[in-house]
C-alpha cells in the first residue's frame, strides 16, 4: 500500500510490520519534501512518525479521539488522515493548516497551537463520555517540553485522582530530559509489572496470605508494603513521579521500534484507568542534519533538501526588529548587572541565544510557563532587578492574570517586550498577535508602546529598562525593519506618552501605532496625489495617549483616521475614539485594523491585502470619506 492511498487511519488496521516501516519512509519523504519548499515544522514531525503508525494500528479513529498537544508534530497525522492529496499547500492561504483545526478534518478532534492543553481537554472528553455512557477510547499525546507547562501538570495531577476514568497519555520524550537511557531492563520489568501474573501477585497477594493460619488481618499494614515495594522494583525511577500521581507508567519505550510501539499500546489500551506511556524518539529522525541540529530544524524556511540551507532572499534584507532586540539589549545588560532576560522556550525565536550566549548569568528560560515567567519577573523586580520578560503576543494572553495581580496592582517595573505582536503569517489563527493592545491598556499601572522602526525599537528598549513607576510593554512585529541606521549604544529614552507629527495637512488627521505607521505615511502620499492632504502623527505611545497633540489637531482638522496592527475592538483606535470623546471633542473617526475575526494562515502580504491594510486600499477608504454621499430621497 502507498502513503497516497490511504485517506483514512482505519486502513493501517491489519499491515504488516513490513508495510508500515514502508509507509513511515513514504511520511518522511513527503514531510520533507513539502516542508522544504513551504517551510513550516520539520524536526518535530519527524520524530513522531513510527509513534503515529503504531498508535493510530491500535485505534479504531471513527470513534476514539487522539488529541495533539501544540500540533507541530501532527504532519504525519495529516498525511494519514485524508491529507495527502493536498499536503503541498501545508500553511498557504485556503490550504492544509499547519496545526489542527476541527473544521480541517473529522480526525483533528481537538484545535492545537498552544502548549500543555492535550491532556485536560482529552480528559475533558473522556469524563463526557463516561457521563454519556460511551466507550470509545481517548488519548493525548504530549511532548517533554509541553509537559514543563503548568496546565498539563495540573491536567495529571486530576486525571490521577480518577482512578475509573480511562486515559491514555502518551508522553513523547524527544530529548531525553526525562527518562532514563532505553533499554531492554526497563522494557523487561516493565512487561512484567504489567503481565497477568504479575497483576494476579500484586492484586491478590494480601488476600491470599490472609488464609494462612495465624495470620488473618494483622499483617495488613505490612503487606501493603511489601506490595508497594514490588511495584517500586518495577518501575523506572520516573515511572515513580507518575504512579504516585495515579497513573499506571509503562516505558521508556523505544518510539522507532514499531513491534515494541505496537505491543505497548495494545496493553495499555486494556489496562483501566489513566496510563501514561512513555516514549523516547528522536526529533528530526531520518533527516540527519535535523537530528544533528534540533534546535534549527524545529522549524524551517524553505531550505534546500540536500544541503539543508536556507534559500537565500533574492536581495539582502534589513535585519529582523528580534535581532535588533536582542542585539540592542544584550549591549544595555553589558553595561547594567540589574537587566535579567526572560523567557518562555523561545530562545531562538526571540533572539534571546545570543544574549544567554553573552550573558549567561542575567539570562533565565523557564521553560513553557509563560505565567511562570511573569510572576517570576515580578519577584526579580521587587528586590531591585530590571526583568524583561520576551515573550510573543498570542503566548502572553496565557499569563493575563499574572499581569494584573502579580505586576501592576504592586506596581512593579517589569518591562514585556512582545514579539510577533500582529499578523503573523502561515502559523494562522493561534499565533496571531491580534490583541495585546485590547487586553493590556484596560490594566492600571501599565505603559504600552510600539516603534514604528526598528531605530526607534532601540530607543524604546532603553525607555522601557529605565522605567520605573509601573509595568511597561512593548510590541513589534515579525519580520524585518526598515533599513533605518542603527546605532550601537547612546540611545536616548523617550518621553512616556509622547508621539511626534511626521507629516502635516489640513484635510485629514491619520494617527498610526507602531507597524503601520510606514503604511500611514505611505497611504499619505497616495491621498495627496489626490488632493488630499494629511496630518500623520507616530503615536509611538497607545497608553499613554499623547491627547495634547493629537485633540487639538483632531479638533482643527475635523476627521480623524486611527491605524494599527490589531484588533478593533478595545485596541488603539478605540482608545483614541475614548479619550477624544471625553474631551467633547466630536469629529468624525475612521478606525483601521483587524476587524472582529480570526486571520486564519496565509502570507502576511495576502493576510495585510484581505483585511484591506495595505497603503493603497488605506488610501482608497480614506477617499470615500471625501466623496459627497447620495443625498437622501
Not at 485536560?120 to 504530549?142: C, E, F, N, P, W
Request: with cysteine.
Amino acid at each position: 500500500m502507498h502513503l497516497s492511498e490511504i485517506t483514512h487511519p482505519n486502513q493501517l488496521h491489519g499491515l504488516s510490520i513490513h508495510q508500515l516501516k514502508q509507509i513511515a519512509r513514504q511520511i518522511r519523504e513527503k514531510h520533507l519534501e513539502t516542508v522544504a519548499t513551504s517551510g513550516g515544522h520539520l524536526g518535530p514531525g519527524l520524530g513522531v512518525v513510527e509513534l503515529t503508525l503504531g498508535l493510530y494500528q491500535t485505534l479504531d479513529l471513527d470513534r476514539d479521539k487522539v488529541i495533539w498537544d501544540v500540533g507541530h508534530q501532527a504532519y504525519p497525522h495529516k498525511l494519514l488522515t485524508g491529507r495527502y492529496d493536498r499536503f503541498h499547500t501545508l500553511r498557504q492561504k485556503n490550504g492544509v493548516a499547519g496545526y489542527l483545526k476541527r473544521c480541517e478534518s473529522q480526525f483533528d478532534h481537538f484545535g492545537a497551537g498552544h502548549a500543555s492543553t492535550s491532556i485536560s481537554a482529552a480528559l475533558g472528553m473522556a469524563l463526557a463520555r463516561d457521563m454519556q455512557g460511551d466507550k470509545y477510547k481517548t488519548v493525548a499525546v504530549i511532548g517533554d517540553g509541553a509537559l514543563t507547562g503548568g496546565m498539563a501538570l495540573e491536567a495529571i495531577n486530576h486525571a490521577g485522582h480518577l482512578p475509573k476514568t480511562n486515559l491514555l497519555v502518551v508522553l513523547n520524550d524527544n530529548d531525553m530530559s526525562i527518562s532514563p537511557n532505553v533499554g531492554a531492563i526497563p522494557r523487561y520489568l516493565n512487561k512484567m509489572r504489567l503481565s497477568p501474573p504479575m497483576q494476579f501477585l500484586t492484586d491478590n497477594l494480601e488476600e491470599q496470605l490472609k488464609h494462612l493460619p495465624f495470620v488473618g488481618d494483622s499483617l495488613t499494614p505490612e503487606l501493603s508494603r511489601v506490595k508497594e515495594g514490588m511495584k517500586r522494583l518495577a518501575v523506572p525511577k520516573v515511572g515513580a513521579v507518575f504512579e504516585e500521581l495515579g497513573f499506571t507508567y509503562m516505558g521508556p519505550v523505544d518510539g522507532h521500534n514499531l513491534e515494541e510501539l505496537i505491543s505497548t499500546f495494545q496493553l495499555a489500551h486494556k489496562h483501566p484507568g489513566p496510563v501514561l506511556v512513555h516514549v523516547a524518539t528522536v526529533k528530526g529522525k531520518g533527516y540527519a542534519i535535523a537530528e544533528q541540529d534540533q534546535v534549527g530544524y524545529h522549524a524551517q524556511n524553505p531550505f534546500n533538501l540536500a544541503t539543508g540551507k536556507a534559500i537565500p532572499a533574492t536581495k539582502p534584507k534589513p535585519p529582523a526588529y528580534s535581532k535588533v532586540f536582542a542585539h540592542t539589549l544584550t549591549k544595555l545588560a553589558e553595561n547594567d548587572p540589574r537587566i535579567v532576560a526572560i523567557t518562555a522556550a523561545m530562545a531562538t525565536g526571540t533572539g534571546l541565544d545570543k544574549f544567554q550566549a553573552k550573558l549567561p548569568n542575567q539570562y533565565i528560560d523557564v521553560g513553557i510557563a509563560e505565567q511562570h515567567a511573569v510572576t517570576l519577573a515580578a519577584g526579580l523586580a521587587c528586590e531591585g532587578m530590571r526583568p524583561v520578560a520576551a515573550i510573543y503576543s498570542t503566548f502572553l494572553q496565557r499569563a493575563f492574570d499574572q499581569i494584573v495581580h502579580d505586576v501592576c496592582i504592586q506596581k512593579l517595573p517589569v518591562f514585556f517586550c512582545l514579539d510577533r505582536a500582529g499578523i503573523v503569517g502561515a502559523d494562522g489563527p493561534t499565533h496571531q498577535g491580534m490583541y495585546d493592545i485590547a487586553y493590556l491598556r484596560c490594566i492600571p499601572n501599565m505603559v504600552l508602546m510600539a516603534p514604528k522602526d526598528e531605530g526607534e525599537l532601540q530607543r524604546m528598549l532603553v525607555t522601557g529598562v529605565n522605567y520605573t513607576e509601573g509595568a511597561i510593554a512593548l510590541r513589534y512585529p515579525r519580520g524585518n525593519g526598515h533599513g533605518v541606521p542603527l546605532m550601537e549604544e547612546g540611545w536616548e529614552p523617550l518621553p512616556i506618552g509622547k508621539g511626534e507629527i511626521l507629516r502635516q495637512g489640513d484635510h485629514v488627521l491619520m494617527v498610526g501605532y507602531g507597524s503601520m505607521v510606514y503604511p500611514t505615511m505611505q497611504a499619505a502620499e497616495i491621498l495627496s496625489e489626490h488632493g488630499i492632504e494629511a496630518t500623520v502623527i507616530n503615536a509611538r505611545f497607545a497608553k499613554p495617549l499623547d491627547t495634547e497633540l493629537i485633540a487639538p489637531l483632531a479638533q482643527q482638522i475635523g476627521r480623524v483616521v486611527t491605524l494599527e496592527e490589531g484588533c478593533l475592538m478595545g485596541g488603539f483606535g478605540s482608545a483614541i475614539a475614548e479619550a477624544l470623546l471625553d474631551l467633547d471633542i466630536t469629529v468624525p473617526i475612521t478606525r483601521i485594523g483587524v476587524p472582529d475575526q480570526l486571520v486564519d494562515h496565509a502570507t502576511p502580504e495576502q493576510s495585510f491585502a484581505e483585511l484591506g491594510l495595505t497603503p493603497p486600499q488605506i488610501a482608497e477608504r480614506v477617499l470615500k470619506l471625501f466623496k459627497p454621499q447620495p443625498a437622501m430621497v
